[in-house]
């Protein structure tokens, strides 16, 4: 069940504001669940559910610090819900060029009694599409760990976002995650829109299609905060 737990958070792809640093003395906070599961006979055991909590912090101009939760639960008695998934990261800003940016992060992270280390690149570069504003960003992740279970830690992961911000404020987002573990991959195609209630607040949902299993998709709702 570990592994299975494991996996489902790899689909859920990684939360980032990739390439672009907080503002110094700003925050963003970021919560999230997603349903998966849909596909069995119809049974409440069959579902699983992923929750998030991603939290940044600007500490200076530059450096951004963060805090990224994740722990998996399900309904089936015989299913015991995996130990939370606690990250640290820094992230600083490496180049800055002709509306391009590439970024480093790197990450000390523990589940149960197994902690993990990982470092990353994260591109990203803004575009207009007639009077809107877009974004298209790669971010990759390297984890790297030690010990017994570690295989289900060590991990490739490659998340590459394209969105568009409308005048309303609305914006709409299509992501592709995809981790490597070992020989297996793992992928998701997951589109979605962010409604925003307020200058500060904004409602995230979508659906999360699994690019190995032909099963009806998951579905996403989430929550985003800046103060």
């Given at each position: 069940?570990?592994?299975?737990?494991?996996?489902?958070?790899?689909?859920?792809?990684?939360?980032?504001?990739?390439a672009w640093?907080?503002?110094?003395?700003r925050?963003f906070?970021?919560?999230s669940?997603?349903?998966?599961?849909f596909?069995?006979?119809?049974?409440?055991?069959?579902?699983?559910?992923?929750n998030?909590?991603?939290?940044?912090?600007?500490l200076?101009?530059s450096?951004?610090?963060g805090l990224?939760?994740?722990?998996s639960?399900?309904?089936?008695p015989?299913?015991?819900?995996?130990?939370?998934?606690?990250?640290?990261?820094a992230?600083?800003?490496?180049v800055?060029?002709q509306?391009?940016?590439?970024?480093?992060?790197?990450?000390?992270?523990?589940?149960?009694d197994?902690?993990?280390?990982?470092?990353?690149?994260?591109?990203?570069?803004g575009?207009?599409?007639?009077?809107?504003?877009?974004?298209?960003?790669v971010?990759?992740?390297?984890?790297m760990?030690?010990?017994?279970?570690?295989e289900?830690?060590?991990?490739?992961?490659?998340?590459v976002t394209?969105?568009?911000t409308?005048?309303s404020?609305?914006?709409?987002m299509?992501q592709v995650?995809h981790?490597?573990?070992?020989d297996a991959?793992?992928?998701?195609?997951?589109?979605?829109?962010?409604?925003?209630?307020?200058?500060?607040v904004?409602?995230?949902?979508?659906?999360?299609?699994?690019?190995?299993?032909?099963?009806?998709?998951?579905?996403?709702i989430?929550?985003?905060?800046?103060?």
């Amino acid at each position: 069940m570990r592994l299975l737990a494991v996996i489902f958070a790899l689909l859920a792809g990684m939360a980032s504001a990739g390439a672009w640093p907080r503002d110094k003395g700003r925050w963003f906070l970021a919560t999230s669940t997603q349903i998966s599961g849909f596909g069995g006979a119809g049974n409440l055991t069959d579902l699983t559910i992923f929750n998030n909590l991603y939290l940044e912090y600007g500490l200076t101009q530059s450096l951004t610090l963060g805090l990224d939760i994740g722990q998996s639960i399900g309904f089936d008695p015989y299913y015991h819900a995996a130990d939370p998934d606690y990250r640290l990261f820094a992230r600083l800003p490496l180049v800055e060029r002709q509306g391009s940016r590439l970024a480093v992060e790197a990450s000390l992270g523990k589940v149960g009694d197994q902690t993990y280390t990982a470092v990353g690149l994260n591109f990203g570069r803004g575009f207009e599409l007639g009077p809107h504003y877009g974004w298209f960003s790669v971010d990759t992740r390297q984890v790297m760990a030690e010990g017994p279970g570690a295989e289900f830690l060590r991990q490739s992961k490659v998340d590459v976002t394209a969105g568009l911000t409308f005048a309303s404020g609305l914006k709409a987002m299509a992501q592709v995650f995809h981790t490597q573990v070992g020989d297996a991959p793992y992928s998701s195609f997951a589109p979605s829109l962010v409604v925003p209630f307020g200058d500060r607040v904004k409602v995230q949902g979508g659906v999360i299609f699994d690019l190995q299993d032909p099963a009806p998709p998951g579905v996403k709702i989430g929550l985003w905060q800046e103060f």
